[in-house]
């Protein structure tokens, strides 16, 4: 027993913010968010050469080979930094759903390729989230799709239409008539799929956590600041206890995420009642991080200048990502 | 006890209700409108309240030499329930007609209630409020910007914030430190300041939803004569609060925007129980509490029009009024958001928020503008509780 | 449109309050608790000397003939002053009951000679709270019983076993095989079982109002008079919060009881999704002010010799009486 | 990350459990014990004790010269599920156990220790604490009680109250104020005090479940020597607050109590979804929610403990745990409530309530005593958020 990340796990999180403090401040991920596909494939090459893209793709394809407990803090810290890259899809869903695929010939030729171009930078492979399933990954070159009893790799054409949503992030709609190479199919496909749901789920509970993180630390450093009646409002009951409140919530969320993580890495067959818990807390306290910070920042937390609105609306849209906390809690009671 | 509308209340509702669907602009007779907050959509509200104005009905309880029909307040509560349930545009003039017109009514000379409250009622001059500033926001009484005596008038420098409607506004109203010796909540005076004065500039502020519902409004020796100052001078905070308890400014917050959205709320839930009842199940209860929490605002509502129209003076009970509107309005809108998922997150293609977006980020900034629900906690449980200031 | 009470209603109301603060304090309670049937016959005389025990009673059985709305202020009332007696199953229950009963020319006899004895303050007839149907009101000479598709009207045998509530309240075992006078049979024994689940639930709600007031009535005092590092414990934010935001749910419970009454008064059609309305607020509203009542009691809060458990035990128990809020929820969708 | 327990822990897991089937009164077998709070029922829990620390099991994390094992936190918490488990009886001897156990190693002269110790450990010696007072709840810091230097040692004077099994404990240890020129946190010792010393007085309290799980203790003039005194004399506050962050300080409110009764409530919801699906239904979301609450507190429980052992202080975050384990075991307790509905709520022939209503009355003090939750988050606001003091 030892519940805990090590040295090298916590040296690559650090890392990682560190590079988002300087290639991603909030003014960068203001702009990300004007036009589709709401990132920058810059700043996407320059995670490949942190490493970061290859986390989860295997040795043999080139990759880092690493689990879900390392991607969770990676994804944790891009919540905090609010990085707009599609770490997530990528990394937490697409990636392992095609390592782990069997599919036809042209299907084993693919998934090397793919897998070695994303683990590089060169490419982006995107997912469906079933929550949404008209749309997909946008700015993906390939995406991922479910189609009758197969998953199929289907190119995305330029043309796609692209939506907005409130956060920023942008979706592509989905190929309706894929046409590309079966990646699986039959029970393998539907595993397959199973497998995916837990993951997008447990990679949206760790961006959460990150981002409820940054929200509280936003509005603790505007209540030590900001100056109402002759004091920091940080020095008034209802604003600690508005903050203390939602901090707990998210602290206690935190450890299921790391644990589902390591049920994932682990094969442990209560693997996906794991994830659903820790996509359940983590898309409430996120909720409620976002509430409290911006009931502490008050109307400057309102506008679009102030930066807190970046991580608020993430915080809306992840919540409810890839299943919200009532469907997880749902699964809890189904699988408990 | 008697919850029934009279007869003659029951005609002005039928009035209300047909003349509203005749003509509140809808898809293919000039509707809906666009945004209130551009520039073309501001002027287009603008019109409707002066369509509204020629049938009078833009301010059903002001006198009639004012433009109104001289009703009482469960006539304006019937008038408002119609314009809801009509789904009529939001009211453009309403910071100008629900927040300064009661206190003209109670403060302004005769001049300046014929000067002013017709324009208001029409449309034809829309008001912004100037209370908060950087540095006065929760703490409204910290007021800086200087109102300083001139020859016929005051001199006003400074800077106010958080203007509702201030982009494209005609008027503003709101407080200034008239005696600079006096501290807090006294040597304030209330002032009316064209926003087109010479020295006056205006800062759109985006809101969450990326449109310029606010503004800060700069002061750089803004004369303002005699005549556009409300109340006695050094006396504006008890102008501003004196009206927050009386009949007239009850500003109830009209009910009829829940009882509205509690009913849309439900109709989406009954599509769902069809589509997917296992997450209807799972909503049920969030739903029902909303219906009933609408419910509970309206009734609520009436009970207080019932004591305002016997004379007794509504006081601390605004503050809970205003704690359970804001509570409600985004238990709604929250419930709503869950039930419909994630598609109503996605925005249009001119990256504009749907309708339960749309009043879910309306929602959002409930609990904290005219006066934060920590400030309204702290009202009800000093002057109905009779807890001790701190 | 006058939503108000009149200057009679709010006379009596003020009538039962001097009564129960003479004949009632805290320590009247405590000792009624202490055996079956929980309450004082000898009280119970003195509110039918004040006309309580007759306010529903028709003036042709020698009653009032008032309705709901003059009886939920005196239900009201009884919950604020702790009253101990069956008023709600007696005056909101029964007596409507019997009052509208067509039974058989037996029942015909019985009514008038029950319906005059409650008035005047010499018998006491009980019900049954559905959400707990093995029981009736303890201290009931006779008791309405559904019993297959009729209501009937059985005596109570004095050695009926007897059950204390964790509020201090008596349950007397149903009888179990009713031997009583038919009251209602079929298609009406039905409407009235309905009508009486509707007239539990708004007569629990309106003593729930008034417990909950009272309830933040004590804390409030307590609050203004304890004091910790060195101020009253009133003046920190945490403790005003709590209490404003339990205040704000339980005076907006009230005029949701209130209308609920008229509507029943009124034969509105609504009338029974009105007493839902009524019942899911006032249970959730009573139940937050028990929490913040006793959170800001403290210790003292927690002790048997302190007043407040009387009342917030009471809460508990009426909170799931004749249905509780979940229940009373369900029933609104399915009526709005 | 390694969430296993290794072999030698599941080995020690496998005997506690055995032990503890074996060994738990239960019907039949001299159980269930009576009332803790009764005398006959506080001498059933003693002999309790004494059973389990005949089989080294009262204190596992102990030297084993004090009676222990000489384990380690992580084998204590697989002591603790397993108590839970097992249903065995609450521990009368916990506030020795695991309040003042912890300062005794850190501060204890050797002498204290080897005195103290080994009857705390078999039961032989119950210990009540004495830290509040009717003025000093909260504000904890507002002792009053005096400690008077005499020949020889101290005399105490004052009075204590919500001392929890003060009604039969043996030994008190509490707080008295030394310097009577100091104030607030200083001139405070800590004292150790039997409760047959003359002078010493106690008053039982009723609790909300008519028992007397607490007392008022009086002091006049009761004589204690210098070798009751734990720690340095006037330093008693850092004495006392010391261990908390420590590692056998941690006091780690055990997980095993709210993943119990959570998943004793997940069988209630099961068996209800049989009987009432629609019933069940409503009360899904809350019953997974404090399944996965009680999961979440376990968890965070060994990532706590993780860090305590790898020698990293553990400060504030104690102040999160009491907030989450309270919250948590209130939300479960009220659940099940809710769910066995009203009766839930009857007493027994003998006026006691049944298990659920039992836990239900014992979880609404949990966010009050320790410290309250308001004092906690004030804790959590100013050292972990940082924000400044009131």
């Known amino acids: 027993m030892r519940f805990a990340f090590d040295e090298q796990q916590l040296q690559f999180r650090a890392q990682l913010r560190s590079f988002a403090e300087k290639e991603c401040p909030p003014d960068a991920i203001r702009t990300a968010w004007e036009q589709a596909p709401g990132w920058s494939r810059d700043r996407w090459a320059h995670l490949a050469e942190l490493g970061v893209t290859a986390v989860t793709v295997p040795e043999s394809h080139g990759g880092l080979g690493l689990g879900f407990v390392d991607l969770v803090l990676l994804l944790e810290e891009a919540g905090y930094s609010g990085l707009p890259e599609p770490l997530l899809d990528v990394l937490a869903v697409a990636v392992p759903l095609l390592a782990q695929a069997e599919g036809t010939a042209a299907e084993g030729l693919l998934r090397d390729r793919v897998l070695r171009a994303v683990a590089e930078g060169g490419a982006v492979v995107g997912v469906v989230d079933p929550a949404s399933p008209s749309v997909v990954t946008a700015g ?197 | ?167 494209f506004a005609d008027w503003l109203f709101g407080l200034f430190r008239s005696d600079p010796d006096a501290e807090r909540h006294k040597g304030l005076t209330y002032f009316l300041v064209p926003m087109d004065a010479p020295g006056l500039t205006v800062r759109p502020i985006a809101q969450l939803d990326g449109e310029t519902g606010f503004a800060e409004v700069f002061f750089d020796a803004v004369f303002v004569p005699d005549e556009q100052v409300l109340g006695d001078v050094h006396r504006g905070w008890e102008v501003a609060m004196a009206t927050a308890g009386s009949e007239r400014g009850l500003s109830l917050r009209s009910p009829a925007r829940y009882t509205e959205a509690a009913g849309r709320l439900l109709e989406r839930h009954r599509a769902l129980g069809r589509a997917d009842p296992s997450r209807a199940a799972r909503l049920a209860d969030a739903v029902a509490g909303a219906v009933v929490d609408a419910e509970a605002y309206r009734l609520h509502t009436y009970w207080t029009a019932t004591r305002a129209l016997a004379g007794e003076r509504i006081g601390a009970e605004t503050s809970m009024n205003k704690i359970f509107w804001s509570e409600t309005d985004l238990a709604i809108h929250e419930t709503a958001l869950e039930l419909l998922g994630p598609d109503a997150l996605v925005l249009d293609d001119e990256g504009r928020p749907g309708t339960w977006l749309d009043g879910f980020l309306f929602a959002l900034a409930g609990p904290i503008y005219a006066g934060t629900n920590e400030i309204q906690r702290n009202v009800v449980a000093e002057r109905v509780l009779g807890l001790p200031r701190s």
């Open chain 1, 140 to 336: 993906a070159e390939l995406v991922l799709v479910p189609f009758g009893d197969e998953i199929r790799a289907v190119d995305v054409p330029d043309g796609a239409a692209r939506h907005r949503l409130v956060d920023g992030t942008w979706r592509a709609a989905a190929p309706s008539a894929p046409a590309g190479v079966v990646v699986a199919e039959g029970a393998r496909a539907r595993q397959l799929l199973a497998a995916a749901a837990d993951h997008g789920a447990l990679g949206a509970a760790a961006v959460l956590v990150g981002a409820a993180t940054r929200m509280l630390v936003m509005a603790a450093d505007y209540a030590r600041q900001r100056v109402q009646f002759g004091k920091p409002i940080g020095s008034f009951q209802a604003v600690k206890h508005h903050l203390a409140g939602a901090l707990v919530r998210v602290e206690f969320a935190k450890p299921l995420v790391y644990r589902a993580a390591w049920s994932l890495d682990e094969g442990d067959p209560d693997a996906a009642l794991h994830c659903a818990m820790a996509k359940a807390a983590a898309s409430d306290a996120a909720r409620r991080a976002a509430r409290a910070a911006l009931q502490v920042h008050g109307a400057i937390g309102y506008t679009w200048e102030h930066d807190l609105h970046l991580w608020m609306k993430r915080a809306w849209v992840l919540a409810g990502a890839w299943g919200d906390a009532g469907h997880h809690r749902a699964t809890v009671l189904a699988r408990a």
């Open chain 2, 1 to 167: 006890m008697d919850l029934r509308f009279d007869a003659e209340q029951e005609r002005f509702r039928d009035e209300v209700r047909s003349w509203l669907e005749a003509n509140v602009p809808r898809a293919g007779r000039g509707g809906p409108l666009p945004s209130l907050d551009t520039a073309e959509g501001f002027e287009a509200h603008r019109a409707w309240e002066r369509t509204m104005y020629d049938a009078r009905l833009s301010v059903v309880s002001w006198p009639e030499e004012y433009g109104g029909r001289g009703l009482g307040l469960l006539e304006w509560l019937v008038f408002e329930e119609e314009y809801y349930r009509a789904q009529a545009p939001t009211r453009v003039g309403q910071n100008g007609i629900f927040l300064l017109a009661p206190t003209l009514f109670e403060f302004g000379t005769d001049a300046q209630k014929e000067r002013y409250l017709p324009p208001m009622a029409s449309g034809e001059e829309i008001w912004c409020q100037g209370w908060s500033e950087p540095d006065a926001g929760s703490d409204l009484a910290g007021i800086r910007s200087r109102a300083v005596r001139r020859d016929g008038g005051w001199e006003l420098s400074g800077q106010k914030t958080w203007c509702s409607r201030g982009a």
